[in-house]
């Protein structure tokens, strides 16, 4: 059987199991997986609990949900036919152009042949015996593999408030991570949106249109800065086209894999004239270029930090007409950049419409959701539609909703209780065989292009254990602890490491989320890959091999 390659499918399953990997998820990362592990010649199978691929840009069909990447360094770079069909249309896509653009990936690859959809796994167990990883579906259905992959997305773990009376509510509640597929009107609606994180912020800028009345119920503002989305022209498009290689170089070198960088000059290295120019570039710049693009030392020099947190919160004042709304939208609690940066189309302008009310729920926490509403400390609201925009739990989240046991029956959840442990964010000693894309401690950033790396170095892994007849691999302890303690180095001295995010683990929502961790890496990309290329050219010296 030819693969979209054109080499020769060499069925390998062996007896007894199903198939030689089972990957579970079918967003971008699962797809790669399959595409890559497909073209060696193996069996593959994808659960996916969806009903259609695309994984994020499947699932968050809320109103405003779009890129905070530039659409075109997002998009798949492993086939130049890919590239040269697919057009973008606007420089940060929205969700159902993402989602297209991924259907089209699997129907280009006929990727969809070897996916089972509407197949949540539960269970993922690793037989000592046997030597192969066996995993259970929600509705008990059970496969056997060798290798495990997990594609199951850093941010796919929808979670809800921790309020009582949430399915009291006898009106209509969305959470944004599982919108529905019908449209949603909140046309004349009374509307009430929880949550002002990323999310929050581009559905509030949406619903803010057509709501009757829409009341945001904010726990803690963010920094917003402006995305200045626009149209790509098709003759813009064709450059683009032409500039895919340099593109994609350029996202090679960053250091989040992005087409923005680090400006190398220090805050104070420049005249005061100089700095607010500078920084009203940024301001007017399209995308991350204000977040990653800043001066070297916004991120980690208190004084820098709080300079530029000033700038933004004077566009804040200058944007928002009620001095006393400004002012709860400026955060009090972090400097800019801190936490992840939400990106808005006119956010702030929102709260100068009269159909638009922002509450703190700081000092006026939410008491319990109603059957008409919700009642905070001080005040009865009543609403025809509920907005969950309260996010993720993130990184671990999809990976804990699994009892994923590795040698000895221990369980993974457990095993990370005391601190998130991995081998380059893809393996964990004790669990052979299991390998994690997107997993803790992996480098991140514009996150396809991080995808693309890891599957190849799992492919390549795979291949390696081939070619040399083995069929076991488990990182060592030794190398675990090496890479987690240079994790932590690499964190060190980050002012977003002082802030509780998800990026520190933390997630009031979520039980047991209420310590600062090392969640994720925060070292450059090219440090990352060059740790890993290092490991695969040395001859995986780092796991043991059987
Ligand atoms: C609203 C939003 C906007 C974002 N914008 C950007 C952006 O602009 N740039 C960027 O780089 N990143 C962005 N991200 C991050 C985004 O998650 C990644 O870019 C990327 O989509 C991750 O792909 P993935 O395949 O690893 O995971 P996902 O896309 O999350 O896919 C994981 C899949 O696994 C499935 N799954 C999980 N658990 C199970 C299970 N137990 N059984 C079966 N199936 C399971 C899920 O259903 C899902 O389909 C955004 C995330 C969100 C939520």
Redesign the pocket.
Known sequence: MPTPSGQQVRPTTAPGLDCDTII????????YQLYRLREMGQSVRV????TG????????RYPG?????ESYS?GYSFSQELLDEWDWTEH?AA?PETERYLNHVADKFDLRRDIRFR????AATWDEERQTWEIG?EDGARYRSRYLVT???????PTLPRITGVDDFRGEAYH??LWPKHPVSFEGKRVAVIGTG??GV?AITEIAKTAGHLTVFQRRPNWCTPLHNRPITRAEMAEIRKGYPAIFERCRETAACFLHNTEPRGTFEVSAEERQAFWEMLYSSPGFAIWLGNFRDVLVDREANALFSAFVADKIRQRVKDSRVAELLIPKDHGFGTRRVPQESGYYEVYNQPNVELVSILDAPIERITPTGLRTTEREFVFDIIVYATG?DAITG?LD??DIRGAGGQRLKERWKGGLETFVGVMVDGFPNLFM??GPHTA?????RS?EYNVEWIRDLLAYLERHGRRVADARRNAVEEWTAFVKRKGAGLLANEVDSWMTGVNQNVEGKNVRIVARYSGTAPEYREWCNRVAAGGYRELQLA
């Open positions: 579970i998820g079918a967003g971008i990362s699962g797809l659960f996916e609990a969806g691929v695309g994984g994020t840009w499947y699932w968050n949900c779009r890129f905070d990447s997002y940060f969700q197949s949540r796994v539960k579906l594609a199951v997305g850093p941010l796919s773990a944004t991570g990323a999310t581009q993720f999809s909703r699994i894309i997107m991140l950033g514009n996150i396809p995808i």
